[in-house]
């Protein structure tokens, strides 16, 4: 069993609907990553998340530390926004050294 | 402002032929550096992390090294590619775990 679970693995919805990509995770960590990989391959950054809530435009990213869950949500989804989305952690007794990372989410939004 | 370059961004080579991939970070001073592979279908899965010049640590036995020349200067190398060293290699820093991670944008390396 992976250290870290995502769900859905694919995700496809209409434009403008309210997405929501879960993440689970067994092992007690220091923060949780939110990474977007767009096609090409490229990787941003969207989010990193020790406690609450954070909002950024139209993203915004929650963690329940007690129940190792975090979700990440999309209001107003574009199609511009289909990426993979990639959960990753800081796990104890490592640092900032090594991420453990979900196997993504693929999200496909369609016009 | 802080960022990271890493070329070439695609690169085909033959099986048993030498490897370089060059990662430099601009803007900050001390960063913490890392190799990431992600092959095909797959997860990214860290190659090697370095907290200073001359310090790699490495996360799992393969055919590739690592060195840390300067700096901001991060090199993946292998003597001889194997046709599994194939897949997409990103170089990323963190100044320290507050501040997040920054990826480069990518090496996609085919093996033939």
């Known amino acids: 069993k992976n250290e870290v679970e995502q769900s859905p693995q694919n995700l496809t919805a209409q434009e403008g609907e309210f997405i929501t990509i879960n993440c689970s995770y067994s092992v007690g960590i220091s923060a949780l990553h939110w990474l977007q990989q767009h096609p090409g391959g490229g990787i941003v950054s969207l989010f990193m998340l020790s406690s609450g809530k954070k909002k950024h435009g139209r993203l915004i990213a929650t963690i329940n530390i007690q129940e190792k869950h975090s979700s990440l949500h999309i209001t107003a989804s574009h199609p511009r926004d289909s990426a993979v989305y990639i959960c990753?952690?800081?796990?104890?007794?490592?640092?900032?050294?090594?991420?453990?990372f979900g196997t993504g989410t693929r999200l496909t939004i369609i016009p | 402002s802080q960022t990271i370059h890493q070329w070439p961004a695609t690169l085909v080579q033959p099986v048993g032929s030498p490897l370089s991939l060059e990662c430099t970070v601009e803007?900050?001073?001390?960063?913490?550096l890392y190799w990431y592979r992600q092959a095909a279908g797959r997860g990214l899965q860290l190659l090697f992390y370095?907290?200073?010049?001359?310090?790699i640590s490495s996360e799992v036995p393969q055919n590739l090294s690592a060195s840390r020349p300067q700096d901001r200067q991060f090199i993946l190398s292998s003597k001889k590619l194997l046709l599994s060293d194939s897949g997409f290699y990103l170089c990323a820093y963190d100044r320290e775990l507050n501040y997040g991670y920054t990826f480069g944008s990518g090496t996609r390396l085919t093996v033939v």
């Open positions: 803007g900050t001073s001390n960063p913490n």
């Open positions: 370095s907290v200073g010049i001359g310090q």
């Open positions: 990753a952690v800081n796990a104890f007794p490592f640092g900032n050294e090594k991420l453990t």
